[in-house]
Structure formats: structure tokens, C-alpha cells
């Protein structure tokens, strides 16, 4: 399983590795010398120290502020490139701790006799996901007037748009419920076109596709199911996804793509 952390973990690895090149680079360009200042009530002087038995240094004339400025971000990018260093190694650390699973991966190195004793603290997730896709469920009926949309896995679905979002789901390794009942105040049993699965975060989200939003009774009738869906306890960016789509604005599997980074992967 890889744990929730992890991609926070490697945002942060990311953003450290561009401060390390972008620190070693400017550090290659920074002139050679320490800088000492001293104060004097209001008034502060700047001086250059080239070799470290110069305690006093140069004095940096005013003029020549640029240089004292210049010295000033190279002892702030030193400091910063180590502990940028330091960091990336600890995280670096943690990442290939997650990697491994360890605690999740302690039921793998039981014999089977000891397996068959002992509850686990979590099912891996390749485990957990099969068990979650090979769960049976009643399907809406499709009846004989639905058109023939198949999908790469040979399901059926009822619109050119559905097709688009279960291919993609499936093309990035999603699993999903097509049309699985749900029961929502005020309509019953309802069957959201997909219910999807957040294999990281084992996190279930129902997918609605509004399909006609240029109908006005098609929309009235769309807004009534998001409010039941409100009502449940689905949300909008929490476990609620929604698409729509116009005969002027059709859904598009660019826009499916960039959901499913946001929310499924």
C-alpha cells in the first residue's frame, strides 16, 4: 500500500531538489569572501573578510553596497543548500519506507497455517481493490431502447459521454461501479453513473454525469439530485464528482483526465 503521505512527501522532495540546483548554480557565481557587519547606533557597516585570519575584514564602502548584498545571499544560500541537503535525505528516507510497507507487508511473510489466524491490520491494496471491484451489485436494467455504447471492457453505457469517462478510468487503472444503487432522500434508490475508488486513499466517490444541461427541465431536475446528494453527506472536491456538458460544451477526455489526477490517483 503506498501511504497517503507519500505524495505530499514527493511534492516536497520536488520543490527541495529545485532549490539544491538552483542554490549550487547561483553559489557558482557568488564572489569569494565572508561578510562581518558592525553597528553603531543607527548606522551599520559592512565589511569583506577574503581569508578567515582577516577578523576585521574591508570596510565595503557605500557605493559599493552591491557587494555586501551579494555576500549576504551567499551565506543565506549556503545555509539554505545544506539544509535543503539535509531534508531531501530524510525524506528520501521516508519514501523508501512507505515504499516498502513494512507494517502492511508483515502478514505477507506469515506461512499460510499462520495466515489463516491472524486479521491483518489492513489488506494490501492490490488486495483491498479486488475485493472492492469483485463486489456484486444490482445494475439499473438498460432496457431495449438504450443505445449500444460499449466500452474498451465490453460494458455497456448509455451515452458517447459515459464511454469517454469509463475508458479513461480504465486506461489510468481506476476501478469503478457502473450505475451501483444508492439510496438518496427524496428520489429513493438512485444509480449514479460511477461509483470510483481512490486506491490510495481508499476513498469512494460517485461520479454523476449531466449529460443536458442546455434542457431546462433536465437542469431543474439535476439541481434537485445534487441537493439530495448534499443532503447525504456528498460534496462537491470531497466524494462527490461532477461533469456536465451542453450540445454547444461537450465533455471532453481532457477534462475526465485532469479529474481523475485531481481526485482518483
Same mark, same amino acid.
Given at each position: 500500500? &503506498? ?75 549556503? $545555509? ?5 541537503? =539535509?531534508?531531501?535525505?530524510?525524506? /528520501? ?24 489466524? @491472524?486479521?491483518?491490520?489492513? !489488506? !494490501? ?42 475508458? $479513461? ?26 461509483? @470510483? !475508488?481512490?486506491?490510495? +486513499?481508499?476513498?469512494?466517490? @460517485? ?5 443536458? =444541461? ?8 439535476? @439541481? ?15 466524494? !462527490? &464528482? ?6 454547444? /460544451?461537450? +465533455?471532453?477526455?481532457? &477534462? ?10
Amino acid at each position: 500500500m &503506498i501511504n497517503h503521505l507519500e505524495k505530499d512527501l514527493r511534492d516536497r522532495e520536488q520543490f527541495l531538489r529545485r532549490i539544491e540546483k538552483e542554490k549550487k548554480k547561483a553559489l557558482q557565481r557568488a564572489p569569494q569572501g565572508r561578510l562581518r557587519y558592525s553597528k553603531k547606533g543607527k548606522y551599520v557597516s559592512y565589511y569583506i573578510r577574503k581569508d578567515p585570519q582577516d577578523v576585521p575584514g574591508t570596510y565595503i564602502r557605500t557605493k559599493d553596497r552591491k557587494l555586501a548584498q551579494t555576500l549576504a545571499q551567499r551565506d543565506y544560500d549556503e $545555509t539554505v543548500l545544506k539544509l535543503a541537503q =539535509m531534508e531531501l535525505r530524510q525524506i /528520501q528516507g521516508l519514501l523508501q519506507f512507505y515504499r516498502a510497507g513494512y507494517v502492511e507487508a508483515a502478514y505477507d511473510t506469515l506461512s499460510v497455517p499462520r495466515r489463516d489466524l @491472524v486479521l491483518p491490520v489492513e !489488506l !494490501l491494496e492490490d488486495v483491498f481493490v479486488k475485493a472492492w471491484k469483485e463486489l456484486e451489485y444490482e445494475k439499473k436494467p438498460m432496457g431495449d431502447n438504450v443505445p449500444m455504447i460499449m466500452t474498451a471492457n465490453g460494458e455497456q453505457v448509455r451515452s458517447k459521454s459515459e464511454l469517454i469517462i469509463a475508458d $479513461t478510468l480504465d486506461r489510468f487503472g481506476i476501478v469503478y461501479r457502473y450505475e451501483a444503487p444508492l439510496y438518496l432522500e427524496g428520489f429513493g434508490t438512485v444509480h449514479p453513473d460511477f461509483t @470510483v !475508488l481512490n486506491a490510495r +486513499l481508499r476513498k469512494e466517490f @460517485v461520479w454523476e454525469h449531466l449529460g443536458m =444541461m442546455d434542457d431546462p427541465g433536465y437542469a431543474e431536475q439535476a @439541481v434537485r439530485r445534487i441537493r439530495a446528494y448534499h443532503r447525504a453527506g456528498f460534496y462537491e472536491g470531497d466524494n !462527490l &464528482i461532477l461533469t456536465w456538458e451542453t450540445a454547444q /460544451q461537450p +465533455l471532453n477526455s481532457q &477534462i475526465v483526465t485532469e479529474i481523475i489526477r485531481q481526485y482518483l490517483l
